[in-house]
């Protein structure tokens, strides 16, 4: 069996990051994973930590340690309790763990208590890896039901004494438990007099829901007031509580009577709780924010800035959050459904979601025409019609795209129009031209001549995640990446232009030494020629820009192409009665579908190098399925290209928990004035992040943000369709860049 693993833990340490408390983390040392599982609702991670025992995380955030649980379970159950004058019946929602119910039966006057939870996996961990939490959930005083909370308090009305929300945070399912509905069932299912406490954040990151739980509480009970604990694990080592009465003459502040066997709780913590710093105090009394404002703060007279962002796909996010540091910016992010440009915006500061189909012409010029700058990562084959739409609004315009025929044939009117159109600036097309410009520039400077530049980069899975016979994942349109494996190439090669038909491109590809690290291949990439006139290299004899895969990747997609798997042809005989064998057998014209006449007839089509690489596609075929007998194929699209996409999606898909590479390098064969011979390379070696942001997401969205940025702020002014090809662009965003610790290392080799 596999040693346990989650995307949360590297190192050896536990890292909770979360957008709900930006800018921070907490770290814990990990001794052992214990339990790791997808819940119907969560992701459920427990652990051994080195200093705080075993460790409860749902969705990546610490919900309870062994060490410091009973701060947080004595205050959220003993504040409402202990000032109740005849607690008998009481309510937990939440707290699967059961460490309020624990702290619930230390009130004698308790004689039933129910915990409502609606995953069970929660109570299931909790049984076997917090039993000191746990144990009381069998009391006979205890009835555990497994179901959602708001069903169960809208069926038990004027029943309980006293109701604990022992929720999550503010996210997903639980953001209903934070508003004013469910406090209106919470009073509905108190009897007279009945009290509630709920969790409710920290005083020093949510101040404004803070102020929100404050005002509608207040409007449904004549007592609420808002306390708070310490406990080192929980965010800032802070949390607070609502704590609300239905009787108007009840004092939640000064507790009733003593409880025993606390560790945290007495009877002066529990009025002290409700004693607040000032900040807390203005807040909750004035409805007043007086904490000093750092970091995103917009300054008096400072002019804002509105960015139309179309589309939300991964390269976005990152580039968005650069934008959106400066609080001048204002984002709207505009996609077909107003569903998924709200799940996009939904973490972002000044950010207000669109539903816009960039099809519908007079919507799209409207949007635009509302907005100072336009960022379009949506298909290429619409940045035209969005230039256009630019054009007449005045609008300009960041793409990370090559500039094609039809967008460069916009510059005269963008140029009228004063409007910037800056393109190509990703990774690849983006940083690749920032590097080879200052490499070129330089060598140029010192009267040198660069003979040969040779470019490749590829975005590829960490050689640990690369586990599949193509060793290859898909971050982006699995379609896209297989019909690019068919474009035609052109390069230069000493002085001569050679031209690759695209069905014979993955027979060029040779291999190619960066590192002996990894086992690269290389072949060439679109048409590097005009690359010679762009970088102004006109003593370049060799002009290559080109695709890196890991080895045995070309081998693989020759095998496909030779075998019509990705031919985009309608197939009438196309059908989902028909096996992946049949299908097989019909493409190939092979005599049968038995896997021997499959595999022979493979070989008749296939050149295969030899008999191991025939071995080990053949194999690879089959991992794919494309000898089932048993297994019906979906088609998709009515062809075989789409209906192989379809099942390498499913085959192929980045896991949780896994991380890509970014590989990029330049390799510049310099001839200096005194005829020495120099071989520069520059190179950006990349790792995606687990939990974060992919290499891929990072390498493109970074330096689009940084374009956007420099655009607005006039560094880059100059009206019509650009590409960074000159100093005077790349210069600028490169040493931004740089200070996002990203950028390519030159070396003479």
Known sequence: MAPLSHPAIRDGWFREISSQWPGQAMTLKVRKILHVEKSLYQDVLVFESETYGNVLVLDGVIQCTERDEFSYQEMIAHLPLASHPNPKKVLVIGGGDGGVVREVLKHDTVEQVVLCDIDEAVIRVSKKYLPHMSSLLSD????????????????????????????????????????????????NALTEGGHISTQAECLWLHLPLINDLRKSTREIFPVAEYAFTTIPTYPSGQIGFVVCSKDPQRDVKKPARKVKDTRYYNEKVHEAAFVLPEFGRALVEESKII????GRTLQPGQKIRKILLLGSGFVAKPAAEYILRDPSNQLTVACRTLETAKRFAADLPNTVALPLDVNDTPSLEIAIAEHDLVISLIPYTHHAAVIKAAIKGKTHV?????????MRELDEEAKKAGIVVMNEIGLDPGIDHL????????????????????????????PECSNNPLGYKFSWSSRGVLLALLNSASYLSGGQQLDIDGKDLMGYAKPYFISPAYAFVAYPNRNSVPFRD?????????????????????????????????????????????TWAEVTQKAIGADSADESSLIARIKSIVSFPDESEASRIIQGLKWIGLFSSSEKVKPRAGNLLDTLCARLESLMQYEQGERDLVMLQHKFVVEWQDGKTDTITSTLEAYGNPIGHSAMATTVGVPCGIAVQL??????????????YTKEICDPIRE??????????????
């Open 435 to 462: 590097y080879a410009v200052k490499t070129i520039d330089e060598v140029h400077a010192k009267g040198g001549k660069v003979k040969q530049f040779l470019s490749y980069c590829g975005g590829l899975p960490a």
């Open 398 to 406: 960041v793409t990370t795209s090559y500039v094609s025929p039809a």
């Open 711 to 724: 655009v607005l702020d006039g560094v880059i002014n100059t009206p019509g369709v650009l590409a960074p």
């Open 291 to 294: 904490v000093p404002k750092v």
């Open 534 to 578: 762009f970088y102004r290299i006109p003593e370049a004899e060799t002009v290559v820009r080109g695709t890196l895969r890991y080895q045995g990747f070309p081998e693989f997609i020759k095998a496909l192409v030779q075998l019509g798997w990705l031919d985009a042809q309608e197939k009438s005989w196309l059908n989902d009665s028909l």
């Open 140 to 187: 006979p005083r205890v009835t555990v039901f497994v179901g959602d909370g708001f069903k169960f308090l809208a069926e038990n009305k004027a029943t309980y004494d006293v109701i604990i929300t022992d929720s999550s945070d503010p996210v997903g399912p639980a953001e209903s438990l934070f508003q004013k509905p469910y406090f209106e069932l919470l009073h």
């Open 736 to 749: 931004l860049l740089e200070a996002e610790g990203i950028g390519m290392v030159e070396k003479v080799l």
